[in-house]
């Protein structure tokens, strides 16, 4: 018997839609529409209510995420477009909304022919068209100086201490990924038992893997932590008329800013372009240390984390990417530390 990741991704979707449809239901949407809008490591659905109110839907499909994970997601964004979107700031955030039979931020709901719980989110839509690949210098510069904005913020953060932790009834207890940890607190699917790796090419990735990460544990013992996006592409940001918002928390964790800076630099491919994201950060803060080895590590350790994620997800689409993704990987790791150019320092 096939299983739902088996069928096409348009029987995926539709089944997915209806599944949609009855959390909804159950939870006080008496009249709406609703549209598939991603699918790729998520399922995410536009939905419009009676009232003409616009939310976006998130089911975590793929997203290894524990429930306080997503709380603690949502409490950040919560605080975030408290802060941002009342203010005069070019800047906002996706901001959470409650379900409404319960008032929840978080629920779940099983899904049968996945065999799990999903975790869902509701947020406020936002309006604007994706930068997606290819943004303007004027939306770079906004991407530098947008992430300088929520650095300021969560390093003031009254929820969260730099530990990642949350005090909640007298606890306290971790509840963001910690992304000190070599795979961010996912599994590991390179070189553990799960492995898909030849032994070759384990033999060739694993010392760099430990070598790069060796050099970011070294940035933990100099840089503060602090909540950080983890995921800010082009993708993930929005534009309207000059002013952009932020999208899509689902990887935020406790990391570094650097770490953070490095995320967005990965995804340009001019140098040019990585000058315009450091001026727009650098003209909100300043702009933390850090050497060639250590910038080199970060960008490939970026490679190496949607390298685990192509070896381990259920997205036909994603897994053809696969070898191709694995053999320049594997190039790029044999070239480490000289793999990426150097980003300059502003």
């Known amino acids: 018997m096939s299983t739902f990741f088996d069928r096409s991704a348009e029987d995926q979707i539709a089944d997915l839609t209806g599944f949609a449809r009855e959390l909804l239901s159950e939870n006080n949407f008496s009249h709406f529409s ?50 941002l979107n009342t203010s005069n700031s070019p800047f906002r955030v996706a901001e959470p909304a409650s379900f409404g039979a319960t008032g929840e931020f978080v629920v779940q709901k099983f899904h049968a022919g996945i065999g799990k719980n999903l975790t869902c989110v509701l947020y406020r839509w936002c309006e604007g ?98 909540i950080i996006h983890a995921d800010m592409h082009g993708w993930n940001l929005l534009w309207n008329d000059g002013e952009m918002s932020i999208i899509d928390f689902d990887d935020c964790g406790i990391g570094l800013a650097i770490q953070d800076i490095s995320v967005a630099l990965y995804y340009f491919d001019t140098p040019e372009q990585d000058a315009l994201f450091l001026k727009g950060y650098t003209s909100v803060r300043g702009l933390p240390d850090y050497s ?6 970060l960008l490939l350790h970026r490679r190496f984390m949607l390298l685990n994620y192509l070896c381990e997800t259920n997205n036909a689409e994603h897994q053809e990417m696969l070898p191709d993704y694995l053999a320049a990987t594997i190039e790029r790791a044999q070239n480490y530390p000289d793999t990426y150019r150097p980003i300059s320092r502003i």
């Open 34 to 83: 609703i549209e598939s809008v991603n699918y790729e490591f998520n399922a995410t659905f536009a939905v419009t209510a009676s009232n003409t109110e616009k939310f976006a839907l998130r089911i975590n499909i793929n997203s290894t995420r524990t429930v306080e994970n997503t709380q603690a997601e949502i409490a950040w964004a919560r605080e975030l477009s408290q802060k």
């Open 129 to 226: 068209e994706e930068v997606g690949d290819e943004p303007s210098d004027e939306q770079v510069q906004a991407m530098g100086a947008a992430m300088a904005t929520l650095h300021n913020l969560s390093l003031t953060s009254p929820s969260h201490d730099s530990n990642g932790s949350h005090d909640s009834n007298g606890s306290h207890e971790p509840i963001l990924p910690r992304l000190s940890d070599p795979f961010w607190e996912t599994e590991n699917f390179l070189f553990s038992s799960k492995s898909r790796l030849t032994s070759q090419e384990r033999s060739i990735l694993e010392p760099v893997f430990t070598e790069m990460c060796n050099e970011i544990a070294g940035l933990y013992t100099t840089h503060k932590s602090h």
């Open 292 to 297: 060639d080895t250590q910038m080199s590590a």
